[in-house]
């Protein structure tokens, strides 16, 4: 499976930085209770400093001007990190679902920056981050089928399925981390000044805490326009 955006998107965005991460061995039984307290004590850290609300940190508003830039209205459609974050300032904590899917959350809270995890079984082909031609079919979380809108960013695999819509706003349904899954494809990206070095950060972060609680070896890279692509 190769995994990369597309030409146009590096065009649009220059200053895009995706992290990507590979694992297989998941299970739904491995205890991530402590490094999920510590990256959300950070982000708690971060919100007692007095940095307000989400939408005032560089992470967040370098997503809000590409929304806007794709069409999107960015206070009707958030990034996904965005929407973590306002959850958790309102309620304190974030709800149990699959310890891999709470310590990305809870990653996702600690850096400001969306995460996406993909269930490569659930993936045909290639996956690729792209503007949609709108006959893709995307699942939703209950179940029901949608197409997006043409232009809008997807990532969609060869048999165009859309396993996720508006960028970094909403995942699938049908590739969601499950009880069963075994294998994964973690997704990093960010656009703000200091993506590079956060970026960086937060894939080694992940990294260890999967060598530590899966026992699992991932492998890992963060793309440039230079060399775009990941191998699975």
């Not at 590079?196 to 894939?203: N, R």
Request: charged share 25%; with cysteine; aromatic share 6%.
């Amino acid at each position: 499976m190769h995994f990369a955006h597309s030409p146009q998107l590096w065009r649009d965005f220059p200053r895009l930085v995706p992290g990507v991460l590979h694992a297989k061995g998941i299970t739904a039984g491995a205890s991530v209770d402590d490094p999920v307290r510590q990256l959300c004590a950070r982000a708690a850290a971060r919100n007692a400093e007095g940095a307000g609300q989400e939408s005032g940190l560089p992470q967040i508003q370098a997503w809000r001007r590409a929304f806007a830039e794709l069409g999107v209205k960015p206070t009707q459609y958030r990034c996904a990190a965005e929407s973590l974050l306002r959850r958790f300032r309102k309620e304190g904590a974030l709800p149990q679902i699959h310890p891999l899917i709470d310590l990305c959350n809870a990653a996702s809270l600690a850096f400001a920056i969306p995460v996406g995890v993909f269930d490569l079984g659930r993936i045909t082909g290639d996956l690729r981050v792209r503007h949609a031609d709108g006959d893709e079919v995307y699942e939703t979380f209950a179940g029901s089928e949608e197409h997006p809108e043409p232009g809008e960013v997807i990532f969609a695999d060869d048999a165009r399925r859309a396993h996720a819509r508006r960028w970094t706003n909403r995942q699938s349904g049908h590739s969601a981390v499950r009880e069963e899954t075994g294998e994964v494809l973690i997704v990093v990206e960010a656009l703000h000044e200091t993506a590079p070095g956060e970026v960086a950060e937060l894939m080694d972060v992940l990294a260890d805490a999967l060598r530590m609680h899966w026992a699992v070896t991932p492998r890992s890279a963060v793309l440039t326009r230079q060399a775009p692509g990941f191998e699975v």
